[in-house]
């Protein structure tokens, strides 16, 4: 069986769903010819963890782990956090004035970490990158970024093995995010900016293949790059489900007793419901949605000022907020919902923002035959809800439409009528083992 050196900050017992990808080409790789070997962290700083997931992983996979300088424990001390806060979601700007704390260490991780905070991970990470290398000889590095760290690793043990081994080992960069000025980069100011664009671009340039989760991606690498980037091989491949995660979540045995829209995954910055409760607490003034009939279910992660906003809403006593959950646990939760809610952040990148929650809510639709109802904006995920069938889209700052579309669904439940009917056969396309099998195929073709 041939051998694919995986390279992945994100691996259980990381929680989250920078994990999801990667695992579950760990977990099908194996049926289609090829054995992963994975590179990752010890005792990493996750933003969650999820135990759980470990039990995925197969048996007979080689998983190494490595030592890694985490700066966030002296970022939480600078801005006043407790041990353990999940940076990634307090960190994002959402307006307002900042502490001098907050200015200040955001200034020294805009400028101090590139590409960014885990850089502290790549010296432990090549040394052992070597010695796999050297013992396993794998046939092709993959490695996914964020954090882009992974990438910059992974083009160092590509050099590493044609300069020892006068032998070339194909590359395969993925990418569940963009990069440089993308929505969650640190502002940077000229000399580290550059460094960042570097780095992205030497990648670009050194990758035998870039996969991407959306093709905005490559529509900002060919702004950039557009010489490199006409050389570079694109290939793309979605996030997606795996049918085995919804085996053990049982729907419902009876209607829930209030219309139950389900968020599951994190909030932060423009991601947040603002929106959507302003808009329902009119339609409940209005007297056309009875507060005791709804619910709102946000499970995940919280920026602090969305919890402060969802404590003040006059909507407080029909919105339940969970904290992070096992993955499976959040399956249980999309598969009791009336509706799945999708927020896309309004920015100028939200065209190319295709998250692996979008996949997760069609894999639940076509189990419990309920819709998505998304806020979003023209892009990737109202294009991939549209050709599913898959939902509900409501621009941004349409509210009229927004309170139209909310009211159908809740009078809907209130009478059992649905006319809900995704098509099961294009979301199958999007199973977990069929895009391991692109990827495996992709893997035959370049080595």
């Known amino acids: 069986m041939k051998r694919a050196l995986i390279i992945s900050y994100y691996f259980p017992p990381s929680g989250g769903p920078g994990v999801q990808r990667v695992l579950k080409f760990v977990k099908y790789l194996p049926e289609l010819g090829w054995q992963p070997v994975v590179l990752t962290v010890k005792d990493g700083d996750f933003p969650a963890r999820d135990e759980s997931l470990l039990n995925e992983v197969p048996h007979d ?85 964020p954090p882009y760290t992974c990438a910059l690793i992974a083009m160092d043990l590509k050099k590493y093995a044609e300069k020892k081994y006068g032998k070339k080992i194909p590359w395969v960069s993925d990418f569940r995010d963009a990069w440089t000025d993308y929505l969650t980069t640190p502002k940077r100011w000229f000399i580290p900016k550059a460094i960042d664009r570097h780095y992205e671009k030497t990648t670009l340039d050194n990758a035998d293949v870039l996969t991407i989760v959306s093709s905005g991606m490559k529509d900002d690498f060919d702004k950039k790059y557009p010489e490199i980037s006409k050389k570079t091989k694109y290939v793309l491949l979605r996030n997606g489900f795996d049918t085995d995660d919804y085996k053990n979540s049982k729907l419902p045995e009876k209607k829930n007793d209030k219309f139950t829209m389900v968020y599951t995954g994190s909030m932060y910055g423009k991601r947040n419901p603002y929106y959507l409760l302003d808009s329902v607490a009119e339609l409940v003034n209005e007297g056309k949605v009875d507060i005791n009939r709804i619910k709102f279910d946000f499970v995940g992660r919280m920026a602090g000022d969305i919890h402060d906003y969802i404590n003040n809403t006059p909507l407080k006593s029909a919105i339940e907020t969970v ?104 979301i199958r396309q999007y199973e977990r083992k069929l895009l391991a099998e692109k990827l495996s195929k992709l893997f035959d073709e370049i080595t």
Request: net charge positive; hydrophobic share 40%.
């Open 61 to 145: 996979v080689q998983v190494h782990r490595t030592d890694i300088f985490e700066p966030y424990d002296i970022y939480r001390k600078l801005t006043g956090r407790s041990k353990g806060t999940a940076v990634d979601v307090n960190n994002i700007e959402h307006g307002g004035k900042k502490k001098l704390s907050d200015r200040i260490a955001e200034f020294i991780r805009a400028t101090f970490f590139i590409p960014d905070a885990r850089r502290g991970w790549k010296k432990h990470a090549v040394k052992e990158g070597k010695r796999i290398i050297d013992e396993e000889k794998p046939d092709i590095i993959f490695s996914s970024s």
């Open 323 to 426: 904290s992070y959950v096992p993955h499976s646990e959040s399956i249980d939760h999309l598969m009791k919902a009336d509706a799945m809610l999708l927020l896309i952040d309004e920015d100028k990148y939200s065209k190319m923002i295709l998250s692996g929650k979008v996949f997760e809510y069609l894999g639940a639709a076509i189990l419990n035959n309920k819709p998505v109802f998304a806020i979003a904006g023209e892009g990737e995920a109202k294009d991939l809800i549209t050709e599913n069938k898959a939902g509900i889209i409501v621009p941004h700052n349409k509210k009229e439409v927004l309170k139209a579309e909310y009211l159908k669904l809740y009078n809907g439940f209130l009478n059992n009528i649905s006319s809900f009917l995704p098509d099961i056969n294009a």
